[in-house]
């Protein structure tokens, strides 16, 4: 998505979008609709794996549905924010990658929570990835996640995205 | 009913001054031309216009409200036609007004104005498969699509080819009869002789000209101008005693006299009574591109 926004504004996509009346809030909120849709296209898959192929489903259904979607929401809102500012999608893809991989390594994905340093751990918790991923692996083992591991998404989701649509640049 | 009021608007860009005390107001319905070299400082005036730039200093009212202002609610009623736009490559032509008629509240039907602006056989084109001519004329639609007021055109013709620009002007006189305001911004003299009420001559960011296109000629450059060309090394002298004649020019074999009431004639007899042969002999009026060149001191592109 922020490279996506990036390149719309350096072809000047956006200028053009910048004379309606359109405010940048309804812009970003549309592209996250785009996003949400992928995302939800990928949960399909998930389920189609518990019925098709036997993947053991959620514990808790509800808490990794809202697990899911607080999670969804707050990597949408990092990546809104990035399109909202990024010059170009040079610097939109540099800045998407860095923090993919910063997500993931502090998330859990190359290492599982168990096997970090207490330090590292810590730090994972306040991370939206981090908290995602705990957050899913409680819910998926029958239990609702620690209040922690819900709150950090909600709180990226919603500062990331107030501040993208407050520092958003048609140009 | 004033449109557009302009009151020594001031706007930098670093060091660079771009815009530097430019005042001017626009009539209900009229068709206001905006004319300069590249740089002189168009652009930014019609951008801080629309409200996609502030001024630095000055007054900027339009419909009665400022542009800047965040809410005005000016947006749904000045349509813009930048002077580099792009849409996405893979947007269709339909699929284009559609999505803009929908950021307005109250916007002309889109089907209707495909077939208005002749773009009903390419609802179905992709953007980037689109030529310059069709581009330009998806682009007019869009900026009235909101059912404007005012449509601001930055540079509607520049990279079109002379079949294009002929046929835009047509579209230009069309928005004109629908009684919408119109800013047309131009560096094309013949456009702006044609098409605007009035135009306004900006150089170096500063007014140097305002008024009709024939006033500001008529003001500007004496109303006659003949040129021949002659086999002989020819004396000025023979002419610039003439009190019709306000100007000789000779430049190698050509000479070009300039002047006003019967010049044609005047020029002609002392030509005949001296036995001076002479070859293509046109006369004609200067038009609003020799005024500009006196204007701005520079040519145009």
């Known amino acids: 998505m922020p490279t996506t926004l990036a390149g719309y504004r350096e072809k000047g996509i956006l200028r053009r979008m910048a004379t309606t009346p359109i405010p940048p809030s309804r812009l970003l909120l549309a592209q996250l609709a785009v996003g949400v849709l992928c995302a939800v296209a990928s949960l399909v898959t998930v389920v189609a794996g518990v019925l098709a192929f036997g993947f053991e489903p959620p514990g808790l259904v509800v808490a990794a549905l809202a697990t899911f979607a607080l999670g969804v929401l707050a990597i949408f809102a990092i990546g809104m924010l990035v399109a909202a500012v990024a010059p170009s999608t040079r610097v939109a893809t540099g800045i998407g990658v860095s923090l993919f991989f910063l997500g993931i390594a502090f998330g859990g994905v190359f290492t599982p929570a168990e096997t970090m340093p207490e330090f590292v751990l810590r730090v994972s918790d306040y991370t939206p990835v981090g908290a995602f991923m705990q957050a899913l692996r409680a819910s998926w083992g029958g239990d609702w996640p620690q209040p922690l591991h819900l709150a950090v998404p909600a709180v990226y989701a919603l500062g990331c995205g107030l501040l993208a649509a407050r520092l958003f640049r048609w140009e | ?301």
């Open chain 2, 1 to 301: 009913m004033t449109v557009i009021e302009v009151r020594n608007l001031h706007k930098r860009y670093g060091e660079r001054v771009a815009v530097d005390g430019v005042s001017f107001t626009v009539e209900r319905g009229e068709v206001f031309g905006v004319l300069g070299p590249n740089g002189a400082g168009k652009t930014t005036t019609v951008e801080c216009v629309s409200g996609l730039r502030s001024p630095d200093s000055g007054t900027v009212r339009v419909l009665g409200s400022d542009p800047a202002a965040v809410g005005s609610g000016l947006r749904q009623r000045v349509g813009m036609q930048l002077q580099e736009s792009h849409l996405p490559d893979r947007l269709r032509v339909g699929e284009a007004l559609d999505l803009y008629a929908s950021c307005y509240p109250a916007p002309l039907d889109p089907r209707a104005l495909l077939d208005e602006w002749g773009l009903a056989d390419l609802r179905d084109r992709p953007f980037a498969k689109l030529s310059g001519g069709q581009k330009q004329r998806l682009f007019i639609a869009l900026s009235l699509v909101g059912g404007p007021e005012l449509v601001v055109l930055d540079e509607l013709t520049t990279g079109l080819d002379p079949h294009a620009r002929r046929d835009t002007w047509d579209l230009v006189e069309r928005i004109k009869e629908r009684g919408v305001t119109v800013v047309l911004v131009s560096h094309f003299m013949e456009e702006a002789e044609r098409l605007c009420d009035r135009v306004m001559v900006i150089d170096g960011g500063r007014v140097v000209a305002l008024d009709t296109p024939a006033g500001l000629t008529a003001r500007t450059v004496p109303p006659q101008r003949i040129r021949f060309r002659t086999s002989d090394p020819f004396d000025a002298e023979l002419l610039s005693g003439l009190h019709e004649v306000a100007s000789v020019t000779v430049t190698g074999s050509r000479v070009e006299v300039t002047g006003a009431g019967d010049l044609l004639h005047a020029v002609t007899s002392v030509l005949a009574g001296r036995h001076v042969v002479v070859a293509d002999l046109r006369a004609d009026r200067p038009t609003l591109d020799d005024a500009y060149v006196a204007l701005t001191g520079t040519r145009t592109p």
